[in-house]
């Protein structure tokens, strides 16, 4: 394939990575400090996150579309005696991963802001890693198209 446009085509994947690597690395250190500079709790496995429509929740792990695919948890505790209900942002790539139903994890969130609080558990790590080298991907081949402009 011919392509026509190498500056455009050098300049998407370098934004591309750029902003895959700001998304996840943002989500990772929130997941690092959060437990240091905001609040923690014990939270409760509620459901799994589809995304069709919407994030809606489910009670089933895998679906028999896709048997051998992550789920992101749906959880649940108390902040100053308010129920908090969300969910996991961090993609769940594998089904070894997932979290069982009722299973209490440690959540961390900001002081005044509940609803945007992050598991703090190595299972949400493989698929931040995952997207975090897919970004370091997208900005070697940026580069590379830059390189072999240089070359030529």
């Known amino acids: 394939m011919i392509i026509r446009n190498k500056k455009i085509v050098t300049l998407i994947t370098l934004v591309t990575g750029i902003a895959i690597l700001l998304f996840w690395g943002n989500i990772l250190f929130k997941m690092v400090s959060l437990p240091f500079t905001g609040k923690t709790a014990e939270a409760t496995v509620t459901g799994y996150k589809i995304s069709a429509n919407g994030a809606r ?77 897919f970004g370091l991907l997208m900005l070697a081949v940026s580069y590379s198209d830059k390189l072999k402009k240089s070359n030529q």
Do not use: C
């Open 57 to 133: 929740k489910v009670q089933h792990a895998t679906s028999v579309a896709k048997p051998l695919s992550g789920r992101s948890p749906f959880f649940e505790f108390t902040d100053a005696g308010k129920a908090i209900s969300t969910y996991s942002n961090a993609p769940q790539l594998f089904v070894l991963f997932n979290y069982e139903l009722g299973e209490k994890i440690t959540v961390a969130y900001p002081e005044n802001e509940p609803q945007k609080a992050v598991i703090i558990n190595w299972k949400e790590l493989p698929g931040i890693i995952f997207m975090l080298l």
